[in-house]
């Protein structure tokens, strides 16, 4: 008896485990893409955005601080520019090329809201079903400053073959 007991609770603990691992799976073929992306709940949508700004931000600033180290002539005297001469520095002229995501607001008491990008994300892969296999770190440079699209721009980009899907 004690034996048939602890089979069905054997049983029933794994039977949970595979719901419960099912249920959170993701396939291979949406990872990185539009399924994997409309799985997350919001929170976990605005955390990857949240990582994809910071780390852009911070890697594209280290690299640009290297510029100074790599393009500097040390003879060479650099103007440091003011409201209306750029800085001509090798690591100002590549912060001045990098993008900015200005669109994230913070917002006293709730913490950062991210979605100026994750709206657009999702509705763009739940309205076009058949763009999922487009990665969303492709889309999310598209939301920089200098690019920001909406869902329906990204759709005519993917119409017109300028958004391809991750083989």
Same mark, same amino acid.
């Given at each position: ?5 602890k ?19 993701v396939g ?8 994997e ?13 949240d990582?994809?700004?910071s ?24 103007? /440091?520019? @003011?409201? *209306? $001469? ?10 001045? &090329?990098? %993008? ?26 739940s ?15 598209? /939301?920089? @400053?200098? *690019? $920001? ?10 119409? &017109?073959? %300028? ?5």
């Amino acid at each position: 008896m004690a034996f048939a007991i602890k089979s069905m609770l054997s049983g029933g603990v794994f039977a949970i485990f595979l719901i419960i691992g099912n249920a959170a799976q993701v396939g291979t073929k949406d990872v990185d893409r539009g399924g994997e992306w409309l799985s997350w709940s919001p929170a976990e949508r605005a955390e990857y955005v949240d990582g994809f700004i910071s780390g852009y931000l911070q890697g594209s600033n280290s690299a640009c601080n290297v510029a100074d180290d790599l393009f500097s002539d040390s003879k060479a005297s650099y103007r /440091l520019g @003011d409201e *209306n $001469h750029p800085s001509d520095m090798p690591s100002a002229r590549c912060l001045a &090329k990098m %993008e900015s995501y200005s669109k994230a607001k913070f917002h006293e008491g709730f913490g950062p809201d991210f979605t100026a990008y994750t709206n657009v994300i999702t509705e763009f892969y739940s309205k076009h079903s058949e763009y999922r296999g487009i990665a969303f770190i492709n889309l999310i440079k598209l /939301l920089s @400053d200098g *690019n $920001h699209k909406t869902a329906d721009e990204l759709y005519q980009m993917a119409l &017109k073959g %300028e958004l391809h899907p991750l083989r």
